[in-house]
């Protein structure tokens, strides 16, 4: 039996190796390296980061960003990504508050 793709860390591997190929000239008709580029922020998708250095707090926007998931229908239709996105948020701006709040987390990695 075949293993199911991590896709999250695919797209992790293939935006650490772009990034670091934008600093360099290796691909001249993709114009002048970026050489301002230094870090990745990592951003928590389904399973909540092991650690992490930057906590945001979403509570006045969790609606507008729940309005912007019904955009992708297609992905709706065969997963319950609203509730795992607003649990994932409240799960992680609940953390040290008594109050309802919502919060994303981000580490910081230097390329």
Known sequence: MVPPLNTNKIT???TKEASLFSKTSYFPSLGKPAKLLKF???FEVWTPM???ILKKDI?????RKMEALNQYK???QYLNLKDAVWGLNLFRGSMGS???????????ERI
């Open 59 to 63: 509570t006045k926007v969790i609606n």
């Open 98 to 108: 008594k109050e309802k709040k919502f919060a994303e987390v981000f580490d910081i």
């Open 74 to 76: 297609s992905q709706l």
């Open 40 to 42: 990745l922020y990592l």
């Open 50 to 52: 092991e650690k992490f």
């Open 12 to 14: 992790y591997e293939i």
